[in-house]
């Protein structure tokens, strides 16, 4: 199946901080990079996404960018807060399939 | 959930049964999926439908087998469980190019 390694696997920051998550591909064909939080015992929420055509995408306190010449692309979170914590992973969309990374696992510290 | 409902929670089977995971949404979506995931690692995908009667393997199908009779119903047939199939299982929807997934069934073979 396709790669998509994800780093790192584990991220601790202080309230009010910021977190970096990144991801790499190999399907240079992906046009579809979806983020996804996952509480402890429950699905995958999707967060936020970005398309091949778009460089940046924000969403209030989230962020992700892409950089297809690179394959890859990250997700920012500014002012952490402890609702933050959480396990989150990136996937890439590679015709009718997703591969997801193998996740970060975010605490955030009061 | 996203209108994803998935039975049972939890389930414990010995070696060699049989059990099928059900997968309902509400939502009239063709898109339907079905992955594993195995503690600290991402979600693999097993199979997935783009609509009633269309069904096609995921990354790892091997043991497992689906079916889609109806756009409402997805579910994921498990013969001869094995141990190597104890994991979390998670259905998801597609709306678009972004899934929406169930709260998970908790499988565990001994």
């Known amino acids: 199946g396709e790669n998509v390694e994800q780093h790192p696997s584990t991220l601790s920051v202080q309230e009010g901080d910021s977190a970096v998550i990144k991801c790499t591909y190999s399907?240079?064909?992906?046009?579809?990079f979806p983020w996804y939080k996952q509480e402890l015992g429950k699905g995958p929420q999707l967060i936020i996404d970005?398309?091949?055509?778009?460089g940046e995408k924000k969403d209030q306190r989230i962020a992700v960018t892409l950089n297809k010449t690179a394959k890859h692309f990250s997700l920012h979170i500014t002012e952490t807060q402890p609702e933050d914590s959480a396990v989150y992973f990136c996937?890439?969309?590679?015709?009718?399939?997703?591969?997801f990374g193998t996740g970060t696992s975010l605490t955030v510290i009061p | 959930n996203a209108g994803v409902t998935q039975t049972p929670k939890f389930r414990i089977l010995k070696i060699g049964q049989s059990m099928t995971l059900q997968c309902t949404q509400d939502?009239?979506?063709?898109?339907m999926y079905w992955y594993r995931q195995d503690p600290g690692m991402g979600l693999k995908l097993i199979y997935y439908?783009?609509?009633?009667?269309?069904?096609d393997k995921g990354e790892v199908p091997n043991g497992y087998n689906v079916s889609r009779s109806t756009t409402e119903d997805f579910p994921l047939r498990l013969e001869l469980a094995a141990p190597s199939q104890t994991s979390v299982y998670f259905c998801?929807?597609?709306?678009?190019?972004?899934?929406?997934f169930g709260p998970g069934t908790r499988l565990t073979v001994t």
């Open positions: 998801a929807i597609g709306i678009g190019s972004e899934q929406y």
């Open positions: 439908s783009v609509g009633a009667g269309i069904t």
């Open positions: 996937a890439q969309n590679t015709g009718n399939q997703f591969y």
């Open positions: 939502m009239n979506h063709n898109y």
């Open positions: 399907d240079s064909a992906s046009n579809y």
């Open positions: 970005i398309r091949s055509n778009v």
